[in-house]
């Protein structure tokens, strides 16, 4: 199981960015993905979840309104569109599935929201 992030940088408040993590390894299509993040000193949390077929989806409280998850399943792709991003955005943001109680995380995208 392969999970790579990428499309992180840094972005002036209000800006957008697009994060992108391409899975390899295992069936994509069979399992729902996961967004979380972790800012410097803090715990890792949830950011947005997205089901195995892209039906469903769910958002962190403060995610809600700026932030949606997609996936391409023939890509084998699961994307952030990350909109109107605050200096609290700054995190690092892994991909993250879910196999018979494991969990599997990609290497992490750095995202900085600063001017």
Known sequence: VQLVESGGGLVQPGGSLRLSCVASGFTFSSYATRWYRQAPGKERELVAYISNAGAMKNYAGSMKG??????????????????????????????????????????????????
Not at 74 to 92: C, F, G, I, R, W
């Open 66 to 115: 700026r932030f949606t998850i997609s996936r391409d399943n023939v890509k084998k792709t699961v994307y952030l569109q990350m909109n109107s991003l605050k200096p609290e955005d700054t995190a690092v943001y892994y991909c993250n599935t879910r196999m018979s109680r494991n969990d599997y995380w990609g290497q992490g995208t750095q995202v900085t929201v600063s001017s």
